[in-house]
């Protein structure tokens, strides 16, 4: 593909985002902070899906840590501003499965921070508002689920993990 039409894919694809922004901000009530932390948000699940894709672990984990990166000199962003939105943008009601498919990847993040008693403060805070968001977050699960495939009607809320019995 030659660098004119390049370009204007790019212009294309650039004029249908403002579309999308502005649609956002009109149907959704979003303002601009909102949008773009959204954006990023999807930036940083895109990163974790593309690491995803990778077979061998090793792999995996370098994939995901260049994919972040990206995400973070893209957004002037540090390691612990890509947790908050790891966990603002990405983790739902399937948040155990999530993190650990992407441990080894979340360790090197981790690992990353400069101050790691402020990013162990801030991941409990997280925990507790991803634990305190939980019930929200299987309800809309729920409701995506029965628009997509058919799934029980259980009143007993999914386990995420737990191996107590009820």
Not at 28 to 48: H, N, P, S, T
Not at 106 to 130: C, G, N, R
Request: glycine share 6%; aromatic share 4%.
């Amino acid at each position: 593909m030659s660098q004119v039409q390049e370009a204007a894919y790019s212009k294309v694809e650039a004029a249908e985002q403002g579309i999308s922004d502005k649609k956002a901000v009109k149907e959704e009530g979003l303002d601009e902070f909102e949008i773009e932390k959204r954006k990023i948000g999807d930036e940083v699940r895109a990163a974790l899906e593309k690491s995803e894709a990778e077979e061998d672990a090793k792999a995996r984990v370098a994939v995901g840590v260049k994919a972040l990166m990206e995400v973070a000199e893209k957004r002037e962003l540090q390691p612990l501003d890509l947790f908050g939105f790891l966990f603002d943008g990405v983790l739902d009601a399937a948040a155990v499965t999530t993190l650990k498919a992407h441990m080894r990847l979340l360790q090197k993040l981790y690992k990353a921070t400069p101050d790691k008693k402020k990013t162990q403060s801030f991941l409990l805070k997280q925990i507790e508002a991803l634990v305190g968001r939980v019930p929200e977050l299987e309800k809309k699960a729920r409701a995506h689920a029965q628009v997509g495939a058919p799934t029980t009607t259980s009143d007993e809320p999914p386990r995420h993990g737990c191996s107590e019995p009820p």
